[in-house]
């Protein structure tokens, strides 16, 4: 009788010692944390992710239910010193409003939270920036907006953004329909998730500026 199939069979249902399921899970370990799991976690912390739109402060341009590409290594590009022309006037910014705004929270099931919002970055720091007669004035010229929608915008008197800081507003201009900027003033850079300009979904292609 051939031996080799004989031992194959017994290795089958010989139990295994402590050692070897040590080293199995040690295996796992490396095989599933380090090799999967690790590069995944890099990959959506410092460069990219998926962002869903919710809401229709920023239409004609975005509609509820859009898939973004949010790109975030420029905001850590930036935090660690190096050179990066991020943010830019016309790039739209996944982030945070501010914390001492009561327009900043949401409750959820029972729980107060900052959602992340997106609108449109117009006044970067060290600019000065006004609504006049429905319109975006930054650094005394009026910005030509082919993106925002038609509707009445509250004037807003002069603002000269601070450091670290950038004004939003959104696309949708009608009363009411975006809380940004106008409200609660300019965001701190360091609430910014990153850009989002890529819509991959329903109509793939960059967003125009």
Same mark, same amino acid.
């Given at each position: 009788? /051939?031996?080799? /199939?004989?031992?194959?069979?017994?290795?089958?249902?010989?139990?295994?010692? /402590?050692?070897?399921?040590?080293?199995? $899970?040690?295996?796992? $370990?490396?095989?599933?944390?380090?090799?999967?799991?690790?590069?995944?976690?890099?990959?959506?912390?410092?460069?990219?992710?998926?962002?869903?739109?919710?809401?229709?402060?920023?239409?004609?341009?975005?509609?509820?239910?859009?898939?973004?590409?949010?790109?975030?290594?420029?905001?850590?590009?930036?935090?660690?010193?190096?050179?990066?022309?991020? #943010?830019?006037?016309?790039?739209?910014?996944?982030?945070?409003?501010?914390?001492?705004? /009561?327009?900043?929270?949401?409750?959820?099931?029972?729980?107060?939270?900052?959602?992340?919002?997106?609108?449109?970055?117009?006044?970067?720091?060290?600019?000065?920036?006004?609504?006049?007669?429905?319109?975006?004035?930054?650094?005394?010229?009026?910005?030509?907006?082919?993106?925002?929608?038609?509707?009445?915008?509250?004037?807003?008197?002069?603002?000269?953004?601070?450091?670290?800081?950038?004004?939003?507003?959104?696309?949708?201009?009608?009363?009411?329909?975006?809380?940004?900027?106008?409200?609660?003033? #300019?965001?701190?850079?360091?609430?910014?998730?990153?850009?989002?300009?890529?819509?991959?979904?329903?109509?793939?292609?960059?967003?125009?500026?």
């Amino acid at each position: 009788m /051939p031996r080799g /199939p004989t031992l194959l069979a017994w290795a089958a249902v010989n139990p295994a010692s /402590p050692a070897s399921t040590s080293g199995s $899970w040690r295996q796992a $370990w490396r095989t599933w944390i380090l090799g999967a799991l690790l590069p995944v976690y890099l990959l959506t912390t410092f460069v990219g992710t998926l962002a869903r739109v919710d809401g229709d402060s920023m239409q004609e341009t975005l509609n509820s239910g859009d898939v973004l590409l949010l790109l975030k290594y420029p905001r850590w590009l930036r935090a660690w010193g190096l050179p990066t022309p991020y #943010p830019r006037r016309g790039d739209l910014l996944v982030f945070r409003a501010p914390a001492d705004s /009561p327009y900043s929270f949401e409750t959820l099931w029972g729980v107060r939270h900052r959602p992340y919002n997106i609108k449109r970055a117009l006044a970067l720091a060290g600019d000065t920036v006004v609504v006049q007669d429905g319109r975006v004035v930054v650094n005394g010229a009026p910005l030509a907006e082919s993106y925002a929608s038609e509707g009445f915008v509250q004037d807003q008197p002069p603002l000269r953004v601070p450091p670290g800081k950038v004004w939003v507003i959104g696309d949708n201009r009608r009363l009411g329909s975006s809380l940004d900027s106008r409200i609660y003033g #300019p965001v701190d850079l360091r609430d910014v998730a990153g850009v989002g300009n890529l819509r991959l979904w329903p109509r793939p292609g960059l967003i125009r500026r």
